[in-house]
């Protein structure tokens, strides 16, 4: 489970910020706190367009990235140095995650421009596993020498692995959920989501209790597996649909009878299905095309069915904070970013002023805990 996160310098992060997944002092709604743990099942993420949500959780991305792509992850254009970035002023990265009863501490210095690693140290219940400085890395006293572009964790976890312990944190990473709605063209969601193979192998394993899922959430279809030949003769699987409308029977591709928000909700579904080993799972933008009912819905199933799980959500969706998942004051970040003050993440509904019985969405939108646009239009414009 995800603790914090320490972000210093990566993108428009220019001071040093803290996101927490630490439950606050409020003892409203202890539904939405991991049982045993202080850890919330939940994060809300609001704020301006531009004024850095993505940039924010797109630290874990990174992470993940560096699991997935080693070295070649400096080379992803999400990355590209921002206008803080020089030799002088590195970024820097603490990932403080809670796994198999063990607290583990990942820390980070990277160069950006020069594509090298200053300085990396994983922690484990307060033991150093490894401390790398540069080119030079110590492991039990022992000198190891790697390139500069080399991320240790990953050689430590190909080339040495003496530590189970370890194997844990690669396959908690491993097995993070990280969506961007926003950046996924609408054919890509419609059409290329659902040949997937790994979505359909688990579907046809699995396609009574999806459909059984499907139904719950007010759907009036079933889906299923449709198989077809393509233009050199070999098989095709497509994930598509049987609905009956107005006594005709209808059977196609899903991203041909149902509209955009239904094939967005049923990508969700089967992504969190399909990973349901996954113990965090970031959407951003997880309103896209999707009704607030559904979406807050959505959120109270995996809250409810996977109580282990955490889910970090930027979102411009205020009806959530008034809806049946009963969202606590300090489940909820306000982002803001100005040239006047910079960056800033704030839990600010936790203030004393702020009762718990106050309705947050109204606050919010009232603009007394900012996070939202300061729109102007000039009268001479209309």
Do not use: C, W
């Given at each position: 489970m995800?603790?914090?996160?320490k972000?210093y310098n990566?993108?428009p992060?220019?001071?040093?910020i803290?996101?927490s997944?630490?439950?606050?002092?409020?003892?409203?709604?202890?539904?939405?706190?991991?049982?045993n743990?202080?850890?919330?099942?939940?994060?809300?993420?609001y704020?301006?367009?531009?004024?850095?949500?993505?940039?924010?959780?797109?630290?874990?991305?990174?992470?993940?990235?560096?699991?997935?792509f080693?070295k070649?992850t400096?080379?992803?254009?999400?990355?590209?140095p921002?206008?803080?970035?020089n030799e002088?002023?590195?970024?820097?990265?603490?990932?403080?995650?809670?796994?198999?009863?063990k607290e583990?501490?990942?820390?980070?210095?990277?160069?950006?421009?020069?594509?090298?690693?200053?300085?990396?140290?994983?922690?484990?219940?307060?033991e150093i596993?490894?401390?790398?400085n540069?080119e030079?890395?110590?492991?039990?006293?022992r000198?190891i020498?790697?390139?500069?572009?080399?991320?240790?964790?990953?050689?430590?976890?190909?080339?040495?692995?003496?530590?189970?312990?370890?194997?844990?944190?690669?396959?908690?990473i491993?097995g993070?959920?990280?969506?961007?709605?926003?950046r996924?063209?609408?054919s890509?969601i419609?059409?290329q989501s659902?040949t997937?193979?790994?979505?359909?192998?688990?579907?046809?394993?699995n396609?009574?209790?999806i459909n059984?899922i499907?139904?719950?959430?007010g759907?009036?279809f079933?889906?299923?597996i449709?198989k077809?030949?393509?233009p050199?003769g070999?098989?095709?699987?497509?994930i598509g649909?049987?609905?009956?409308f107005?006594?005709?029977?209808?059977?196609?591709?899903?991203?041909f009878?149902?509209?955009f928000?239904?094939n967005?909700?049923i990508?969700?579904?089967?992504e969190?299905e399909?990973n349901?080993?996954?113990e965090?799972?970031?959407?951003?933008?997880i309103?896209?095309g999707?009704?607030f009912?559904l979406v807050?819905?959505?959120i109270?199933y995996?809250n409810?069915v996977?109580?282990?799980?955490?889910?970090?959500?930027?979102?411009?969706?205020?009806?959530?904070?008034?809806?049946?998942?009963q969202?606590?004051?300090d489940q909820?970040y306000i982002?803001?970013?100005?040239?006047?003050?910079?960056?800033?993440?704030e839990?600010r509904?936790?203030?004393?002023?702020?009762?718990e019985t106050?309705?947050?969405?109204?606050?919010?939108?009232?603009?007394?805990v900012?996070g939202?646009p300061?729109?102007?239009?000039?009268?001479?414009?209309?």
């Open positions: 995800l603790r914090n996160i972000i990566f993108g992060i220019e001071k040093e803290i996101f997944m630490e439950k606050g002092k409020t003892t409203q709604f202890e539904k939405n706190v991991i049982e743990t202080n850890l919330l099942k939940t994060m809300y993420i704020g301006a367009n531009n004024s850095g949500k993505s940039k924010l959780v797109e630290t874990i991305k990174f992470l993940k990235d560096i699991v997935e080693g070649e400096f080379n992803q254009k999400n990355y590209f921002f206008i803080f970035s002088d002023n590195p970024t820097k990265l603490e990932y403080n995650f809670f796994i198999k009863n583990y501490i990942y820390t980070l210095e990277i160069n950006f421009i020069s594509k090298k690693i200053i300085r990396e140290i994983l922690k484990i219940d307060e596993i490894f401390e790398r540069g030079t890395a110590f492991v039990n006293k000198e020498k790697v390139d500069s572009n080399i991320f240790f964790l990953m050689y430590y976890y190909s080339q040495i692995g003496d530590k189970e312990e370890v194997n844990f944190l690669i396959e908690y491993n993070i959920i990280y969506i961007e709605q926003q996924g063209s609408d890509i419609k059409a659902f997937n193979i790994e979505k359909i192998n688990f579907l046809e394993n396609l009574e209790k059984l499907v139904r719950d959430f759907f009036n079933d889906i299923v449709i077809g030949i393509d050199v070999r098989e095709t699987k497509t649909i049987n609905k009956t107005k006594d005709k029977h209808f059977q196609a591709p899903i991203f009878l149902e509209s928000g239904t967005v909700f990508d969700l579904l089967l969190i399909k349901n080993n996954s965090l799972i970031v959407i951003d933008e309103e896209r999707v009704h009912a807050a819905s959505f109270n995996i409810t996977y109580p282990k799980k955490q889910l970090i959500l930027p979102t411009h969706m205020t009806d959530l904070l008034d809806s049946e998942l969202v606590r004051k909820i982002v803001e970013n100005s040239s006047e003050k910079g960056y800033i993440l839990r509904f936790s203030k004393k002023m702020i009762r106050m309705n947050f969405q109204k606050i919010l939108k009232s603009k007394s900012g939202v300061d729109i102007k239009i000039n009268s001479d414009v209309l």
